[in-house]
Every structure is written in C-alpha cells, then in structure tokens.
C-alpha cells in the first residue's frame, strides 16, 4: 500500500488519482497522467503567490540599484574638476593626462 502525498489517505500503488482528495499519485505523474483541474487550480495559485515574491523582491533590488546609481552620479558630478591647459577641456581633479586631447594636465 501508498500513501496520498497530499492528504495521507492509503491508496493503492497502482492508482493515478487519491481518491479521497483527487490530487495525481507518484504513480500517475510517472506515468504522465494529466493533473486533474483542481490540482492544475492550486499548482497556478501558488505559482502566483510565489511570481509575487519574487516581483516584490526584485522592485526593492532596483530600487536600491538605482539609488546606488542616484548616489554615485551625484559624487562624480561633485567632483572637482582641472581645465586641460592643452584643448580647455574639464578632467576629474586627479587626472594625470586629459580624457579627451591626451595631453599632461600638470598633475603629476
């Protein structure tokens, strides 16, 4: 004899279906026996409740994203800046060398 993993009721081991509860046996999900509708009702719902989670941790992850991002391109814009003597052009304060013309910014 087997046991319903559902609801725990002895079943035979050669039957698809409980019969107490419907849910699909070992047996028929072996066999593929297709799950009966009640069954396809609670597999969706709880896919549903577990695609919420995982919805509501992804809009916090990017939300903390783009706080990051918001914070990081306040401190680069905050930035002191030196003007290439070479092309005029403006560098971060610890530049060696200009981004843009290549030439020595005077910081060594």
Known sequence: MAFCL?????ISED??????CGART?????EGVS??????????????VEMEKAFSIAAKE????????RENIRES?????????????KNASDAAYC??????????
């Open 35 to 48: 799950a009966s509708a009640e069954e396809l009702r609670e597999t969706f719902s709880k896919m549903g």
């Open 15 to 20: 039957d698809y279906f409980c019969s107490n």
């Open 6 to 10: 559902k609801c725990g009721k002895k």
């Open 99 to 108: 981004y843009k013309c290549g030439g020595k910014t005077g910081k060594k």
């Open 77 to 89: 814009t905050n930035r002191e800046t030196i003007v290439c003597p070479h092309c005029g052009d």
């Open 26 to 30: 070992e047996k028929g999900a072996i």
């Open 62 to 69: 990017i939300h903390e994203a783009f706080r990051t991002a």
